[in-house]
């Protein structure tokens, strides 16, 4: 809830000589993040060690049918599910547009229940975080899920867990052979008031790998300048994953194409381009990304307009 502060202003009198003058300090005003934690979820899906021990813990040693009433109880108390205390099914109850919080005096969260898309379940309930900012929706995102396969007796559910921007997505399956996590994911909202994948870890198997930023990257970049003799360069890029780019150098309406190139991660925001070995420097660009912005940078670019060390790089799709 927005709190503001109430100054205090003191007159001291220039008439007065029993009171020496005193220095008014004026305290500032300030913003404070609101959140109703009714609806955060259960911290524990943030945390990666709680995701990575549910499948150990919860696979089932013996068959489901032939368990006693008392094989089910230690069963379900040894499984790290157990350990999840938010109350989810209050969820399936929504029916109208419930906020949950603000970011700051313009940007306000709320969550809806949607309806799955494509979903054959024989029971499905679904809720839909919104970012509004301005009065206007800027984004949303699915943070919560629970199908029911009666016949295949399986339940899929994804749990969330809120914390001011952040956002943190468990996907776990339910079924004959215990409960198994099939991915975890972690997004933030960011300043432009859009959802952005920070960290994302998939467990099925044969596919245990951890992508960082992916979604970040993937895309078809354009970036085009002349120099000061008229003369354009132009690049193309497409990125798939950062195993797999290609880049197409147009110079003096000559295209050079370089193709299954793999990015190297500078830091989060930032990768390293080398798609010609033998230009050594002018053969490497930088791409780095601010909010939804992109920029390109490298000695290719400084070169066709000295003291500009990156450049707008607009991102097609």
């Given at each position: 809830?927005?709190?503001?502060?109430?100054?205090?202003?003191?007159?001291?009198?220039?008439?007065?000589?029993?009171?020496?003058?005193?220095?008014?300090?004026?305290?500032?005003?300030?913003?404070?993040?609101?959140?109703?934690?009714?609806?955060?979820?259960?911290?524990?899906?943030?945390?990666?060690?709680?995701?990575?021990?549910i499948d150990p813990?919860?696979?089932?040693?013996?068959?489901?049918?032939?368990?006693?009433?008392?094989?089910?109880?230690?069963?379900?108390?040894?499984?790290?599910?157990?350990?999840?205390?938010?109350?989810?099914?209050?969820?399936?109850?929504?029916?109208?547009?419930?906020?949950?919080?603000?970011?700051?005096?313009?940007?306000?969260?709320?969550?809806?229940?949607?309806?799955?898309?494509?979903?054959?379940?024989?029971?499905?309930?679904?809720?839909?975080?919104?970012?509004?900012?301005?009065?206007?929706?800027?984004?949303?995102?699915?943070?919560?899920?629970?199908?029911?396969?009666?016949?295949?007796?399986?339940?899929?559910?994804?749990?969330?867990?809120?914390?001011?921007?952040?956002?943190?997505?468990?996907?776990?399956?339910e079924d004959e052979?215990?409960?198994?996590?099939?991915?975890?994911?972690?997004?933030?909202?960011?300043?432009?008031?859009?959802?952005?994948?920070?960290?994302?870890?998939?467990?099925?198997?044969?596919?245990?790998?951890?992508?960082?930023?992916?979604?970040?990257?993937?895309?078809?970049?354009?970036?085009?300048?002349?120099?000061?003799?008229?003369?354009?360069?132009?690049?193309?890029?497409?990125?798939?994953?950062?195993?797999?780019?290609?880049?197409?150098?147009?110079?003096?309406?000559?295209?050079?194409?370089?193709?299954q190139l793999k990015?190297?991660?500078?830091?989060?925001?930032?990768?390293?381009?080398?798609?010609?070995?033998?230009?050594?420097?002018?053969?490497?660009?930088?791409?780095?990304?601010?909010?939804?912005?992109?920029?390109?940078?490298?000695?290719?670019?400084?070169?066709?307009?000295?003291?500009?060390?990156?450049?707008?790089?607009?991102?097609?799709?």
């Open positions: 809830m927005m709190k503001n502060l109430v100054i205090l202003l003191s007159f001291i009198s220039i008439f007065s000589c029993k009171k020496a003058q005193e220095n008014i300090s004026i305290p500032s005003f300030s913003q404070e993040i609101s959140f109703d934690k009714n609806w955060s979820g259960d911290v524990l899906i943030s945390d990666l060690n709680f995701v990575s021990s813990t919860c696979k089932l040693n013996t068959t489901f049918f032939d368990r006693s009433e008392k094989q089910v109880k230690e069963d379900d108390a040894k499984c790290a599910l157990s350990k999840i205390k938010f109350d989810y099914d209050k969820l399936n109850s929504i029916n109208k547009k419930n906020i949950i919080g603000k970011l700051n005096s313009n940007t306000e969260l709320f969550i809806k229940n949607s309806v799955p898309k494509n979903n054959t379940a024989d029971l499905s309930y679904q809720t839909t975080l919104y970012v509004e900012k301005n009065k206007t929706i800027s984004d949303s995102i699915i943070i919560y899920q629970s199908f029911n396969y009666s016949e295949a007796l399986t339940v899929k559910t994804k749990y969330y867990y809120l914390d001011k921007s952040e956002i943190y997505l468990l996907d776990v399956a052979s215990g409960g198994n996590v099939e991915k975890w994911e972690h997004y933030k909202i960011n300043s432009s008031a859009k959802i952005s994948l920070v960290k994302q870890k998939s467990f099925l198997k044969d596919n245990n790998v951890t992508k960082t930023n992916v979604d970040f990257w993937k895309g078809v970049y354009h970036f085009e300048a002349s120099n000061r003799d008229e003369a354009k360069t132009i690049f193309d890029i497409m990125i798939n994953s950062l195993e797999d780019i290609s880049v197409d150098v147009t110079e003096e309406g000559i295209k050079d194409k370089y193709s990015a190297e991660e500078v830091n989060n925001g930032k990768i390293k381009i080398n798609y010609d070995n033998s230009s050594g420097d002018l053969g490497t660009i930088y791409i780095e990304r601010s909010d939804n912005n992109y920029f390109i940078s490298g000695s290719p670019i400084y070169f066709i307009n000295p003291g500009n060390n990156e450049m707008p790089l607009h991102k097609l799709k």
